[in-house]
Structures are given as C-alpha cells and as structure tokens.
C-alpha cells in the first residue's frame, strides 16, 4: 500500500457535490468524487469505465488556504434552438490551496502518478474552466492512511498567505478524513462516485471526520519590535517636521535681553 498526495491549488476551483439545474454550488474542500473524475481523466478512461478501482481508495484532503468564494452567472443559447437557457448561478472558490492524498494498490498509486506526470486529459480544479496553477501530483508516499501523510505534509499555502501568520511557530489546518471502523462516525456526504456516465451518474455516501493538523510555519519571524522600549534607540526627528515645529526652541539668548 502506498499514498499518492495531491496539490490542488489555482485561480480558481469548484468542487460541487449536490449541485443541480441552474445552481452549481461548491464544498468548502475538494470532493472525493472530483479527485477521482480528475485522476481517471488522467489516465485517459471514458466516462462509461468501470470505476470500481478508484473508488476503493480511500481519500483524505486538508485545507491549506481556504480562499474566497465568489458567485458567477452564465448565461446560454441552446446548441439547436438558439433559445436562450435560463441563466446560471455558479459559484468558485479563488485563491484555494489544498492538499488531498490518495491510498491503495502500489500499482494503482505508481500508475496514477504516471498518468498525471503525463495525463490523457488535462486535470482542472472541478471544473473545466479551473485548471491547475503548477504541478498537481507531490509524489508517493509509504503507507496506508492519507490522513497520516497529510499529517507529514508540509505547509503548501501560498507564500504570501504564510507570511499572514508570521507570528505563528505552527498553525492549525483543518482536514476532511475518511471515518474508519471502530472509529467517530463523523459526518455523511454524497461524493462516493459509482458512474461518471454522463447519461446515469451516480455517487453514494461516505462518512467523514473533520480533524486539524499542525503544521510548522516555514515563514515563523518574531516579532521584531518585542523588546522593551527602553531599549529601542531614540528616533530622530526631522528638524522641519510638524514635531520639531511643536518642540520647545532652546534658549538661545539671554532673558534679559543683553
């Protein structure tokens, strides 16, 4: 068994898991339906393919930049008609930085790897319109559970976005992980994919657990102005500044006027 980890970071992403008509909403963190539908693509497998390999992984995906959620609407013509569709509410997320990991078969996970270093498809972020900022695939690693590889991930937020937090040794990011047995039953969510089949798709549900994960921070200063202010050398204060025009002159010449 081994782990394939996952940087799914760009301008944009969306990751829908009950999205329907003219409403396309996105989760908060991406699904493992969409992951899959990524990694599938990767590999060069129709849509009608049978699924049952990929679905057996299991999936764990850790918030690294949680980002901004923006709404969109589209608007559309029918391809026959010419009849104006009904206009769409969509919604992304900008900015996002996660990192999702993958486990199962050394075979499935080095043929993923593969098809991602050279995929059939292009990947993008949940949607055809989100393509990826860089390389998605962060290489394998020894085990079996994705949560315990996120566990030794490293921080993959954007630079500026760490640098927020440069008070901060280490920060806490939140993590979606698949329940286990004997374990919290945690939360349900429809993102099981059964049938990427555009005629009959079908997904079922899979319980997950919510868990944070500390994680140094690369960009960690201490603040700079911690020391005492006594210790702090005087500043000096332009001769033609509003202060110095407020200051006291020093005496210059006698009082009594000799």
Not at 53 to 61: I, S
Not at 144 to 173: F, G, I, N, T, Y
Not at 203 to 232: C, F, M, Q, T, W
Request: glycine share 6%; hydrophobic share 40%.
């Amino acid at each position: 068994m081994s782990v394939l980890a996952l940087r799914l970071a760009g301008p944009l992403q969306s990751w829908g898991s009950s999205a329907r008509f003219a409403r396309r909403t996105t989760e908060a963190a991406p699904t493992k339906s969409g992951v899959l539908g990524m990694l599938a693509a990767a590999l060069g497998r129709d849509r009608s393919a049978d699924l049952s390999d990929l679905a057996a992984l299991t999936f764990a995906v850790r918030i690294d930049q949680a980002g901004t959620r923006l709404r969109d609407f589209q608007t559309a013509h029918h391809a026959d008609t010419d009849k104006p569709m009904p206009v769409s509410e969509r919604f992304y997320l900008a900015d996002a930085v996660f990192v999702a990991a993958v486990a199962g078969d050394d075979n499935l996970i080095s043929a993923l790897y593969a098809a991602l270093r050279a995929p059939v498809y292009l990947p993008y972020l949940g949607r055809r319109s989100c393509p990826p900022q860089g390389p998605v695939d962060l290489g394998i690693r020894d085990g079996d559970d994705p949560a315990a590889a996120l566990r030794d991930e490293p921080w993959h937020a954007a630079a500026w976005h760490q640098k927020k937090h440069r008070k901060k040794e280490s920060v806490s990011l939140p993590a979606l992980a698949e329940a286990v047995a004997g374990g919290p039953r945690g939360g349900t969510v429809r993102d099981q994919p059964l049938s990427f089949d555009p005629s009959h798709r079908h997904y079922a549900l899979r319980n997950v657990v919510s868990i944070l994960i500390d994680v140094p921070n690369p960009h960690h200063r201490p603040d700079k102005h911690g020391e005492p202010a006594a210790r702090r050398p005087p500043v000096p204060v332009p001769r033609h500044s509003p202060e110095a025009l407020l200051a006291p002159l020093p005496p210059q010449f006698p009082l009594d006027g000799h």
